[in-house]
């Protein structure tokens, strides 16, 4: 997921070539040889250090501003028994060491997808080892990519076993996917709670010198930086972000030394709540209020799904790094230095952490306390954003805006339409429950349901892209999910006080995305069985049976092979077309992004004389359009590149045999390779298939040279260029059931009219679009 800071490798490599040719001096072999390890070795602990410092502004905001309102939660009623302190802070201490350290830190953050964290990342995964996509748009092409990287397994294997037990039911892909969007409805309601709770925390620090001011001023202030904070998202924050790392490692600083005061000063015998001895003790009574306060210390691991959703731009070594040596260690003395100061003050647990700053230090860190708490939010609000992106890459969310920020990191993103609705939402969870002990137990509801979300989905990464023995799979999910699922009881007790809040976000979300996807994956079925054969356009002979008008015209279609049904309504209702037809097809791969000299595959339908083609675009779930004329002139080149090359095997003896896919023209004879910086397939059969040498001989029948055919397309380029883009409206059948009619004729057709037109999304100039409306049947 993008963040609110990214970095990029290529300046710290570049550093360490300046740095070697600093230190290359005349030495013999062996010298030089153990000067150069030496070198490597202490230059990549400089490069880990930096990361891992880094790592702190983008990745452990959310973890670590925790520590404002963990023991409020845990004990909103008041302390009755110190006994009572020291288990909350065993139960603390012991959640920190199972779920962010041991599972997410050392085995979820391996699980990445070319670094990408998150919960699509992990489906993203899933679906390049198994056929479990629920629209079918997949080809065997795509698999050549240089990121489509996946494992193969044995047939009688047990991972082989469960991919086709996977593979096998539709209502099995169906119900994966519904567990990803349970998730990441999730994180997106922790966009909302989290800059709520966090930056409500903060603001609270304003009252200790004045117990008279109301909780109203509180919850204005509050507001007033919320508003702030979304308001200010569209500028981004390449120049701010600078000062992430800094405050956070700061922050980090003041909350552990004040916890060693606190320990010094008030009772070190909290220091036995190491001893997982006292969780028992906790628990002996069996008290409801002991177990509902599960959710309290829930609250103490929240900001650890951030961590692996905000891996992006930083190697897990860096992550761990920073995980061990900062963040763990300071967490355990923040929480032990107020379980220390709550064992003298039981009335003071409201504002544990503030009344446990020593007087001298206390303004430096409440304002360090309000930057950390915005930090948080940030990185929480930018992985919002980058999810909703994620989703509708994959065809589970309505069309929206999307603007870059930065332009240097391509992950710097800002959706307009969502950042207002997560501002209403966050104010009015903020202003309406006025209290951050209910928000608490709505935040601990998300948390605890993504972590959940996310040991389900490692089961199967663990059986299908690691191969783990089936053993040690079992023991990791078992142990996940009795934590998890001991702290997801201990909520649903609290689904009334604020925990039903992310409930209700989730399942508006969810409705949205389910239905959208199911409105997608009709209507892309519709079109698959309704589209042209190529008999039937070859039937028609080099006119079409139309008049050839000067021109290109590129018509787009989700359909990656066989000529779409918009174009024989089209042709049907105006028989004219342009001298040039392409269809166009931009289609997302489970992959987080496609290289730029791979991303355009190009084939011939029909013969030469027809100059019909077809371009497929190939995006990654990570990767963005651009608004500019730059997609537009890519898919040219490839064109006219694809025409010259075209030519050239029609030249080649038939002892060759070429395949111009994957980035490179091979040829297979003799065992020599050329490359070139094109990704396209030749055919003229009706799917994409590798080229082969007499797949082109009705090229050489046409009599046209490629100079002849290039400088007629040349020619239609400069006559004008038509976007034909498809107005589609989809209703239901007549016969569907009444909650299908209710999906696509009401929620369906409700999102498509007040999401963004394709036309936007693909920047195409108002004065070259042409819409065809059509009316499908599902």
Known sequence: MASGVDFDGSEAKGEMWDLEQKLDQPMDEEAGRLKNMYREKKLSSLLLLRLAFQSLGVVYGDLGTSPLYVFYNTFPDGVDDTEDIIGALSLIIYSLTLIPLLKYVFIVCRATDNGQGGTFALYSLLCRHAKVRTIPNQHKTDEELTTYSRNTVHELSFAAKTKAWLEANAFRKTSLLMLVLVGTCMVIGDGILTPAISVLSASGGIRLDHPKMSNDVVVIVAVIILVGLFSMQHYGTDRVGWLFAPVVLLWFLFIGGIGIYNIYNYDSSVLKAFSPLYIYRYFRNGKKKDWTSLGGIMLSITGTEALFADLAHFPVSAVQLAFTIVVFPCLLLAYSGQAAYLMQNHDHVVDAFYRSIPESIYWPVFIIATLAAIVASQATISATFSIIKQAHALGCFPRVKVVHTSKTFLGQIYIPDMNWILMVLCIAVTAGFRDKSQIGNAYGTAVVVVMLVTTLLMTLI??????????????????????????????????????????????????????????????YEFEMHSKVSLAWILGLGPSLGLVRVPGIGLVYTELASGVPHIFSHFITNLPAIHSVVVFVCVKYLPVYTVPEDERFLVKRIGPKSFHMFRCVARYGYKDLHKKDDDFENKLFANLFTFVRLEAMMDGCSDSDEYSLCGGTVQSRENGETSASNLDFTISSADSIVPAMHGNTSSGRESGQTEGDELEFMRSCRDAGVVHILGNTVVIARRESRFYKKIAIDYIYAFLRKICRENSVIFNVPHESLLNVGQVFFV
């Open 462 to 523: 663990m059986l299908l892209v690691w191969h783990c023995h089936w053993l040690l799979v079992l023991l990791f999910t078992l142990l996940s999910l009795v934590v998890e699922c001991t702290y997801f009881s201990a909520v649903l007790f609290k689904i009334d006080q604020g925990g039903w809040v992310p409930l209700v976000i989730a399942a508006a979300f969810l409705l949205i995305m389910y239905v959208w996807h199911y409105g997608t994956l009709k209507r």
